[in-house]
Antibody, heavy 119, light 110 residues
Framework: QVQLVESGGGVVQPGRSLRLSCAASGFTFFTYGMHWVRQAPGKGLEWVALIWNDGTNENYADSVKGRFTISRDNSRNTLYLQMNSLRAEDTAVYYC????????????WGQGTLVTVSS | QSALTQPASVSGSPGQSITISCTGTSSDVGTYNLVSWYQHHPGEAPKLMIYEGSKRPSGVSNRFSGSKSGNTASLTISGLQAEDEADYYCCSYADSGTWVFGGGTKLTVL
């Protein structure tokens, strides 16, 4: 069955970097675009970034633009989120989600990984 | 992009119907018929319930329905069941190729 498993979360100091991974299985990864979405403690969901199935297009929320980079390795069925210059307000559970080409919704989600930015 | 506006909470008794509103702007909900709704039980993965305003994914109960009028989208759940108790989020595609979520609505089944 479809599985998206996030990893790489943890506690990191402000200004440092962290890379999240999302391992996909149970479907043809390279045919799906992927998103990262986050949820800060006690807050709602916030879209972070997307990347097309072939990696040729990506986009970011203003809150992370210039600090975060989304990428994928279709040979490893894995999505990444490189997070640099982390701030306290980046503290959140980070989810990866897939979307079929030509669609605009988050079809299937992982269970998330917690990132805590604190000194 | 400002978050879409949802009521913080709604409640209903088993068997009743409830509606959750989601208000945006002409930059998102009002222009694009691309509103989706997600059910989220804390600690679990969010689940897609409605996409493109009113379409239901395979496996989602027909008790869930979506609609839109102007800048406001709505999710209606009929025949409330205990397992419907969860947080619900709307989301819309928006200008500049971005997405915006609502603040979430906590549904309590009395």
């Amino acid at each position: 069955q479809v599985q998206l498993v996030e990893s790489g979360g943890g506690v990191v100091q402000p200004g440092r970097s962290l890379r999240l991974s999302c391992a996909a299985s149970g479907f043809t990864f390279f045919t799906y675009g992927m998103h990262w979405v986050r949820q800060a403690p006690g807050k709602g969901l916030e879209w972070v970034a997307l990347i097309w199935n072939d990696g040729t297009n990506e986009n970011y929320a203003d809150s992370v633009k210039g600090r975060f980079t989304i990428s994928r390795d279709n040979s490893r069925n894995t999505l990444y989120l490189q997070m640099n210059s982390l701030r306290a307000e980046d503290t959140a559970v980070y989810y990866c989600a897939r979307f079929p080409g030509g669609t605009y919704h988050f079809e299937y989600w992982g269970q998330g990984t917690l990132v805590t930015v604190s000194s | 992009q400002s978050a879409l506006t949802q009521p913080a909470s709604v409640s209903g008794s088993p068997g009743q119907s409830i509606t959750i509103s989601c208000t945006g702007t002409s930059s998102d909900v009002g222009t694009y018929n691309l509103v989706s709704w997600y059910q989220h039980h804390p600690g679990e993965a969010p689940k897609l319930m409605i996409y493109e305003g009113s379409k239901r994914p395979s496996g989602v109960s027909n008790r869930f329905s979506g609609s839109k009028s102007g800048n406001t989208a709505s999710l209606t759940i009929s025949g409330l069941q205990a397992e419907d108790e969860a947080d619900y989020y709307c989301c819309s595609y928006a200008d500049s190729g971005t997405w915006v979520f609502g603040g979430g609505t906590k549904l309590t089944v009395l």
